[in-house]
């Protein structure tokens, strides 16, 4: 074990996530490279380290620390140097000077006792003397609270957040219920909690616990698409994470119901547990939605004259579905129009757009993602939001929060009318925003094909609206896009009637190619997404999109993006790079966003480079191809849809990730010109008929299937969908 103390002279490298820092020191014999896991530390500090010298393979010999304290600075010279390192803003070397010059070893006591003085120094004002004061002092606590941070393992990312949040206040809650920290910190979950209250020597079956416990239990529901959990379900879920009884994390529950932090309601006599967020939400849903069921009487002969106005116009006539889904929308105050690809949705959304139109009517359209709403566009000619945008995203509130809208109750959607489409992939948070910026009186038109997946988020939205027989539902059912003309189309309709689809290929959109094992079946979907299919419909290989039913696994998202990456983008001296979580981000790669940010910049720039247009928020689910990797300002940009430039920080990468693979779950509501699937095993719960239809349906031009043939078949005989616990139906259906 060696002595090593002396300045920092330049940090080369620190990593965020455990603290591995690389720095230069200056001793008195010279100066040495120092590595080791630092979890606070500023150029110009002394440091006072034990550890050993090692001869590093690649940058040579340096000295690895095991343990350190930072020194405070006690003579002159000290004190210049900590001032004069940049550690505080707004003081360079000859600030330093002047001040040290003026109250020599004195300094940081004046700094911490009698700040207003450093104004007597020349370019200091009074404002700026507080403003060094202020930021002097944090950097003590910070350091002070980082190394005690760190003693619970926590690293300096995280330390930086807790500290953020609960200032000195963190003392005690480490101490006493660490569990706070999963409640309040984003990224740290129960487990992180949980490792750090058995640090802090919290017993195991203390209330913080078990109350942790459960809450964690029905938060991670919730990542699963549950509103709610039933009782039982939730005792043993929770049970498994502390390993007690499901008895004895039951008679926690009270607890949290008399905290507000729980609530149940009972529905047949089963006793179902809410977060209370996702209990006022559902219940408010349901009551908005009722309310603004109204009538709006019409006669007969009205509407009847309108139908047939539209239909001498059309060079088709309306069957009686869409004749009956234009008289509700006209009369009633919420309709429900479902039905599969080609049944007429859109056609039927048109037609009601165009009765609006003749009653002079404001209309608003909408869709929950981008690419749909575009469509949505192009289909009627009437520009379609997302909705997102139709509720005006203000920056600034995290997610998961419903007021971070500007369309409210206080400040609603002025429109007669509102049309939803894919409706399928709305969540009870969405839908419960959406429905507070609509006031009674506008009507609400619900459009979407209840048997896609159901939403990525929590809630069973558009399946329990129907389900719940509360409201008009017009259910399209004949095929009018032709069949012959379509296998995708043809396809999709047989496997969601359960009946197996022929894979002769002897048709002009729907490919299969039998493969038996993960190589050839990797074989063959580079072949088609880089060369086959880009020729076949005349398109780059980017718009062939390969949606797979995993994440892990040799042909899971994770892994085929990897090998993706290597065909269409591999690296060059020319390209840029960046390492990411799952991978690295290399410039001209196809990327995907995976969360909502509302607080993201995009702009859209003209020839010139001059900004033209200029928003905030960047969507779950938008793609894009990054532009640039700014190594020095430490920036990726990256370009959406419509020309959209947006700049991600370093520090904002896991919000990307490689998209030439994604999950069939984040195809949702988006359309891609040609889809590919490698299909040769995965578990029954998630390779079920739902998501070969989701799948399919994205395929716009051409559908190909590479894998085995008793892998669809299997998937198409799998009905088990996922069970959503999600409560709206049976409010719905109470009245509630
Ligand atoms: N009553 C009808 N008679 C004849 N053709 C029709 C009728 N209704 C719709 N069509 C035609 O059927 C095709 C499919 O209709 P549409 O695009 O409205 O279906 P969709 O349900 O919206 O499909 P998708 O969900 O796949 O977008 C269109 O070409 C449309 O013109």
Redesign the pocket.
């Known amino acids: 074990m060696a002595h090593l103390e002396g300045y920092v002279s330049h940090i080369r490298f620190h990593n965020e996530e455990n603290g591995y820092t690389v720095m230069d020191i200056e001793t008195t014999h010279g100066d040495e490279v120092l590595v080791g896991n630092f979890h606070y530390i500023n150029e110009g500090e002394y440091i006072c380290a034990e550890g050993e010298y090692v001869d590093h393979p690649a940058h040579g010999p340096q000295y690895r620390m095991t343990s350190y304290t930072v020194k405070e600075p006690e003579d002159k010279a000290a004190m210049e140097r900590y001032l004069a390192s940049g550690a505080i803003k707004g003081m360079g070397a000859a600030l330093a000077a002047r001040v040290i010059k003026k109250f020599k070893g004195n300094t940081f006591d004046i700094i911490e006792s009698e700040p207003e003085r450093l104004a007597e120094v020349k370019g200091i004002s009074l404002k700026k003397a507080m403003d060094i004061a202020v930021q002097f002092q944090e950097k003590q606590e910070m350091r002070h609270a980082m190394m005690f941070l760190s003693e619970y393992g926590i690293t300096s990312r995280f330390a930086v957040r807790i500290f953020e949040e609960y200032g000195s206040k963190m003392y005690d809650i480490l101490k006493t219920n660490p569990y706070k920290l999963a409640e309040d910190i984003t990224g740290i979950g129960f487990r992180a909690a949980d490792a750090i209250a058995a640090k802090a020597g919290i017993a195991p079956d203390s209330d913080f616990r078990v109350c942790a416990a459960i809450l964690y239990a029905l938060q991670q529901a919730s990542l699963s698409g549950h509103v709610y959990l039933p009782k039982d379900v939730l005792c043993r879920s929770a049970g498994q994470l502390l390993s007690m009884s499901p008895e004895f994390i039951e008679d926690h529950l009270m607890e949290l119901v008399l905290d507000k932090k729980l609530m149940i309601r009972t529905v047949n006599e089963e006793e179902h547990v809410y977060l209370s967020s996702y209990y006022f939400m559902e219940l408010n849903t349901s009551r908005m939605l009722l309310n603004l069921d109204l009538e709006f009487p019409m006669e007969k002969g009205a509407y009847g004259k309108r139908i047939s106005e539209l239909e001498e116009s059309m060079d ?4 009686l579905l ?1 004749k009956q889904a234009v008289e509700e929308a006209l009369t009633k105050g919420v309709v429900v129009v479902t ?12 037609l009601m757009i165009r009765c609006f139109e003749m009653e002079h009517m404001d209309i608003v359209l909408a869709a929950p993602t981008g690419r749909a709403a575009k ?1 949505m566009t192009e ?1 009627t000619g009437y520009e379609a939001k997302t909705i997102h945008r139709l509720l005006e995203v203000s920056g600034g509130i995290e997610e998961g929060s419903s007021s971070h809208f500007e369309k409210n109750e206080e400040n609603p959607i002025e429109a007669d009318v509102v049309i939803l489409d894919e409706m399928s992939m709305v969540d009870i948070h969405l839908m419960y925003s959406l429905l507070k910026a609509i006031v009674p009186g506008t009507r609400l038109i619900l459009v979407g ?1 209840s048997n896609q997946l159901p939403s990525v988020g929590p809630g069973n939205v558009l399946k329990d609206i129907i389900d719940s027989e509360a409201f008009s539902v017009v259910r ?1 059912s ?5 069949a012959e003309s379509s296998h995708i ?1 043809l396809n999709a309709h047989k496997i969601n009637a359960g009946e197996l689809i022929t894979l002769n290929n002897k048709n002009k959109d729907f490919f299969f190619f039998e493969k038996q094992d993960v190589r050839s079946v990797m074989g063959a979907l580079i072949y088609l997404v880089k060369t086959k299919l880009p020729e076949y419909i005349g398109t780059s290989p980017f718009e062939i999109q390969v949606l797979t039913p995993m994440r892990k696994g040799e042909l899971g998202v994770e892994h085929l993006n990897e090998v993706l990456q290597y065909y269409l983008n591999p690296a060059s001296e020319s390209k840029k790079e960046k390492e990411g979580r799952t991978g690295v981000f290399r410039e001209g790669d196809k990327v995907m966003q995976v969360k909502n940010n509302y607080k993201l910049e995009w702009k859209i720039t003209n020839a010139k480079g001059f900004s033209v247009e200029e928003g905030l928020g960047v969507f779950n689910g938008d793609m894009g191809v990054i532009k640039q990797i700014n190594t020095y300002s430490e920036r990726i940009t990256v370009v959406f849809d419509e020309n959209r430039e947006v700049e991600y920080p370093y520090s904002n990468l896991d919000e990307l990730e490689l998209a030439y693979a994604i999950t069939i779950h984040k195809s949702q509501g988006s359309e891609y010109p040609a889809v590919v699937l490698p299909l040769l095993s995965g578990p029954p719960i998630l390779c079920n008929r739902n998501l070969l239809y989701t799948a399919i ?1 994205r395929a716009q031009k051409c559908a190909a299937i590479v894998g085995k043939q008793s892998m669809v078949e299997q998937m198409i005989h799998n009905e088990t969908e996922q069970k959503r616990y999600s409560g709206l139906n049976e409010c719905l259906k109470d009245g509630i």
């Open positions: 088709f006539q309306l069957d869409q039905g599969g690809p080609g049944t007429g949705k859109t056609t039927t959304i048109n469509r289909a094909d399209l004949k095929i009018y896009r032709q189309v349906t």
